[in-house]
């Protein structure tokens, strides 16, 4: 059974920094794009990083170009987003998802796996 699982979220002040995880079970993710994605309330989910499966990195949201960045970690089937300067605007439900081909895309109808999300606010 496919599953990703997100973890790191929470509260920390503006200025602060995250590290996200998430963990892949039932496939093996060395092969696939895995994008992340967030969702704030009342707005729609969107695209903010991806990084395909030869460890290319694409940034779908201009404003956390230079204080996010992703990687995986092929031995422990893991990806991380981690999040530096924290914003209040970047408040919002992070999910992580997988394709199931190599490379990525920063639509979520692309994305064939999806983890359950994790909360992640910032604020003073």
């Known amino acids: 059974q496919v599953q990703l699982v997100e973890s790191g979220g929470g509260l920390v002040q503006p200025g602060g920094s995250l590290r996200l995880s998430c963990a892949a079970s039932?496939?093996?993710?060395?092969?696939?794009?895995i994008g992340w994605f967030r969702q704030a309330p009342g707005k729609e989910r969107e695209g903010v990083l991806c990084?395909?499966?030869?460890?290319?990195?694409?940034y779908y949201a201009d404003s956390v170009k230079g204080r996010f960045t992703i990687s995986r970690d092929n031995a422990k089937n893991t990806v991380y987003l981690q999040m530096d300067s924290l914003k209040p605007e970047d408040t919002a439900v992070y999910y992580c998802?997988?394709?199931?081909?190599?490379?990525?895309?920063?639509?979520?109808?692309?994305?064939?796996?999806w983890g359950q999300g994790t909360q992640v606010t910032v604020s003073s």
């Open positions: 039932g496939f093996t993710l060395d092969y696939y794009a």
């Open positions: 998802a997988s394709r199931t081909v190599p490379h990525c895309s920063g639509l979520t109808g692309r994305y064939n796996y």
């Open positions: 990084i395909s499966s030869d460890d290319l990195s694409t």
